[in-house]
């Protein structure tokens, strides 16, 4: 029965780590929030079922500012401006030896800037901008697949042009969350190990006013 369950898991992780994401909201210049789960769907009380595996998510560029574990999510100090996260640890690698697959997690609040500082990162084209480009090391990634979630939970779906670039239409007030994955085949470092697939998940909210 063990053995059952365990290759239940298994299979249902790299459904699980694709739906889940991590992202990052600020009001303001007050404390940020981290949140592991489904940004699309409303919270349940308390949190992601699954948010108790978001532990240490670390602050892009590092940080010493304190993190606070709230009902649901985490709340740091950061410094002024843009706040960028990223994290490996949320989910262990899963499968079979030869066929190991990981995520990593890249997270960002606000348009302030244009700067990329993450290996993934959803970015807009301009400070405070509508457009926004998915950029992995540095260089965008051509017709990426960028969802678009709107302040009441609606979705969509934009296939970047050839830049990367996305520019979905902003006709309501309120917080936006945009994600994109990457995946990566092949002999792949990971936390000193190898895998043979890595998702890279990238996030990116901002409240249009």
């Known amino acids: 029965m063990k053995t ?32 592991l789960g489904e940004p699309a769907k409303t919270l349940p009380a308390g949190g992601d079922p699954e948010f108790e595996k978001l532990k240490a998510p670390k602050l892009v560029p590092a940080s010493s500012a304190s993190q606070t574990r709230k009902a649901g999510f985490i709340e740091v100090a950061a410094p002024a401006g843009d706040v960028r996260v990223t ?91 945009l994600t994109a994955t990457h995946e990566e085949t092949g002999d792949l470092a990971y936390k000193g190990g190898k895998v043979a697939k890595l998702y890279h998940i990238a996030t990116t909210t901002f409240v249009n006013e």
């Open 87 to 177: 994290d490996d640890s949320v989910f262990e690698p899963w499968g079979e030896d030869g066929k190991m697959e990981a995520v990593i997690y890249y997270a960002r609040a606000g348009r302030a800037d244009a700067r990329i500082a993450m290996p993934l990162e959803i970015a807009p084209t301009a400070a405070n901008g509508g457009s926004f480009a998915l950029m992995k090391d540095g260089k965008p990634v051509p017709s990426a697949k960028i969802t678009v979630i709107t302040p009441d939970k609606w979705s969509k779906a934009f296939t970047a042009d050839a830049s990367g670039t996305v520019a979905p239409k902003l006709s309501e007030k309120g917080r936006y969350i």
């Open 4 to 35: 059952l369950a365990l290759a239940s898991l298994l299979a249902a992780m790299p459904m699980m780590a694709q739906a889940h994401e991590v992202w990052v909201e600020r009001d303001g210049a007050g404390p940020a929030r981290i949140y």
